[in-house]
C-alpha cells in the first residue's frame, strides 16, 4: 500500500534572474512500512525532494497524497498540523535545543505537537522511547555530555516519539563513524518494522543502503527509471 504518493512534483528557484528547475516532474510513491533511500549526485535534487515531501517547504507544481489529502492543495496551517502530527524528521546533525536534558528534548516534543497525554503517559512514553533507543540512562544528561552517536539517537527518539506514519531523514548518518552509523541505522530499521513507519532517507554512504527496502537513485532533478 502506498503511503506518500508523489505526482509530476515540480520546484523551481530563481538564481539571480533566471528561474531554474531543481525538481522536473517527479512521479514517486513510498510504500507504507518500507525504507526507501534516495541517492544520487551532490545537487541533484535529493533533500529539495525530501523537504517539499515532507511539507516544510512548498513545490512550484504537482501533488503530494497523504492519507488521500494532497498536501499542495491545503492551508499552511493545515499542513503544518499534519507535519506535527504526521511525520517526524532526522537530520544530519542532531539539533537538540542545548540546556535541556535529552527528557525535556522529548517533553518539549510533546508540548509541541499538542499531544494530550497525562502526566503519567507522558513519562512512561519518554521511558519507553529512551529504553528503545537505549538512552534511559542519559535521560537527564544535556546534549554537551553526549557522544554525536547518543545525541543522533535522542534525535530519533524524538523524531518518533509522537508516533509518527512518516520519517524524512536527509544523511541520518553523515556525521558519525562507521560504527555509530551501523547502530543508528540498525536502530531507524527496527523502528520502522516494529512501528510500521514509513521512511524516506537520503544518503551518501553506500554502506547504509542495505538498510533500505528499495534504492531510488536522482539525477539532475529527476528520479532514474
Ligand atoms: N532555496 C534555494 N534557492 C536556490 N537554489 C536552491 C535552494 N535550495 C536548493 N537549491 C539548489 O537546488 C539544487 C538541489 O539542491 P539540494 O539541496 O536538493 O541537493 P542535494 O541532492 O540534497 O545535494 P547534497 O547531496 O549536496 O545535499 C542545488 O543546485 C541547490 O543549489
Ligand atoms: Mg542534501
Known amino acids: 500500500m502506498s503511503s506518500l504518493q508523489?505526482?509530476?512534483?515540480?520546484?523551481?528557484?530563481?538564481?539571480?534572474?533566471?528561474?531554474?528547475?531543481?525538481l522536473k516532474s517527479i512521479d514517486f510513491e513510498l510504500e507504507e512500512g518500507k525504507i526507501t533511500a534516495l541517492v544520487g549526485t551532490s545537487g541533484s535534487g535529493k533533500s529539495t525532494l525530501l523537504t517539499i515531501a515532507a511539507g516544510l517547504q512548498k513545490s512550484s507544481g504537482g501533488?503530494?497524497?497523504?492519507?488521500?489529502?494532497?498536501?499542495?492543495?491545503?492551508?499552511?496551517?493545515?499542513?503544518?498540523?499534519?507535519?506535527?502530527?504526521?511525520?517526524g524528521f532526522v537530520f544530519q546533525h542532531a539539533h537538540l535545543v542545548p540546556f535541556l536534558s535529552v527528557k525535556d528534548q522529548l517533553n518539549l516534543m510533546i508540548d509541541t505537537a499538542e499531544l494530550k497525554w497525562r502526566k503519567k503517559e507522558k513519562q512512561q512514553r519518554i521511558q519507553d522511547i529512551l529504553e528503545t533507543v537505549d538512552m534511559w540512562k542519559h535521560r537527564d544528561s544535556d546534549p554537551d555530555q553526549l557522544s554525536g552517536g547518543e545525541k543522533q539517537r535522542v534525535a530519533i527518539a524524538r523524531a518518533i516519539i509522537h508516533e509518527p506514519k512518516l520519517l524524512f531523514a536527509d544523511e541520518p548518518t553523515a556525521s558519525l563513524d562507521s560504527k555509530r552509523s551501523v547502530e543508528v541505522m540498525e536502530l531507524i530499521r527496527s523502528l520502522s518494522i516494529e512501528r510500521n513507519i514509513t521512511v524516506l532517507m537520503v544518503?551518501?554512504?553506500e554502506d547504509m543502503l542495505v538498510y533500505a527496502d528499495r534504492t531510488v537513485e536522482m539525477k539532475d532533478g529527476k528520479i532514474e527509471k
Open 203 to 205: 544518503t551518501h554512504d
Open 6 to 22: 508523489i505526482k509530476e512534483l515540480e520546484k523551481s528557484f530563481k538564481i539571480g534572474r533566471n528561474e531554474e528547475k531543481i
Open 63 to 87: 501533488k503530494i497524497k497523504f492519507n488521500d489529502k494532497d498536501l499542495t492543495d491545503m492551508s499552511s496551517s493545515k499542513v503544518r498540523d499534519v507535519r506535527a502530527k504526521e511525520f
